[in-house]
């Protein structure tokens, strides 16, 4: 095998908590991530071998993302590429052609997903024979998504993301997604969250383990019902747009409606295909939103 395309499907929160700072500076988080049937397009081709004492040359080539995604070494897609590369040493050469298709900046673990493809190609491409545990530990080193990312489906995510323990596959819906056409940053949402106080900073935790049981339950409604995402507390009075879209959502007849990750993207979740299509075809009609798409879970295997 010299080539090989795969899917780096998107994630969306069902649920989001973050439960406390750390000492290193990152965040406590307690998840339920799922992996939707939307997806980036990783094309892998192995090259020839570089000049004597030198390793594999990697070429990137990235093909969308309106132009917000560079094609050099800090793409995540490279940093996977290289870091399997350097530990077996291997010195045939690898092109990469990336094409975007999930939004950029999103909340929807696009750069995670490619470098989570990426390791799992290479080590395809290459006979390398680690197994998914042992992609797991190497991705880690490139994000807190990564792990997820190569493990997919349904799974809560606890300590920065990188604790996983597969569930059961979510009950199966309608995913309508939303991104308005701002930015905003990671780090700025993070910087301004308040989790300390009497409570009377407004936040909510949203209750992990009952929407853990739902989904084991096979419980639809009840998980929708527990949806919750602390980092709206900081996303909507800042950027008041997510929480028009989220509004109109579930007056188009969403089930269940939320701001996945730290933004700004909005996903509602629907259990009837004439009311998603036709609340995503009031989204493609107004000003709210940059990008819309209408997809589903997915689980692997």
Request: hydrophobic share 40%; charged share 25%.
């Amino acid at each position: 095998m010299d080539q090989l395309t795969w899917k780096a499907r998107a994630k969306i929160n069902l649920g989001l908590d973050v439960l406390r700072k750390r000492p290193d500076g990152y965040h406590d988080l307690r998840m339920v991530m799922q992996t939707i049937d939307l997806y980036d397009e990783i094309l892998l081709r192995v090259t020839e071998p570089g000049r004597a004492g030198e390793g594999g040359h990697i070429r990137l080539c990235v093909e969308g993302g309106a132009g917000l995604v560079a094609a050099d070494t800090d793409n995540l897609a490279y940093r996977a590429a290289e870091l399997l590369m350097k530990e077996f040493d291997i010195r045939q050469g690898l092109d990469i052609r990336l094409i975007k298709k999930i939004p950029v900046a999103a909340g929807l673990a696009g750069g995670s997903t490619d470098a989570a493809a990426v390791l799992n190609g290479v080590n395809r491409l290459f006979a390398l024979g680690l197994g998914e545990r042992e992609l797991m530990e190497r991705g880690v080193r490139i994000g807190a998504d990564v792990p997820y990312c190569i493990m997919g489906g349904t799974a809560l995510a606890e300590g920065i993301g990188e604790r996983l323990t597969r569930l059961p596959s979510a009950p199966q819906a309608y995913v309508l997604l939303a991104k308005p056409p701002i930015q905003v940053s990671t780090k700025f949402v993070y910087s301004r969250l308040r989790l300390d106080g009497d409570g009377s900073n407004g936040i909510k935790h949203p209750d992990i383990d009952a929407q853990v049981k739902a989904i084991r339950d096979g419980a639809l409604y009840r998980m929708t019902e527990l949806m919750g995402n602390v980092l709206e507390t900081v996303t909507i009075p800042a950027f008041p747009v997510i929480g028009e879209i989220r509004g109109q959502m579930m007056r188009g007849g969403a089930i269940g409606a939320m701001m996945s990750g730290s933004g700004p993207t909005v996903f509602g979740l629907f259990d009837d295909p004439e009311k998603a299509r036709a609340a995503c075809a009031e989204l493609l009609k107004g000003k709210l939103a940059g990008e819309v798409y209408l997809t589903n879970f997915y689980e692997p295997g």
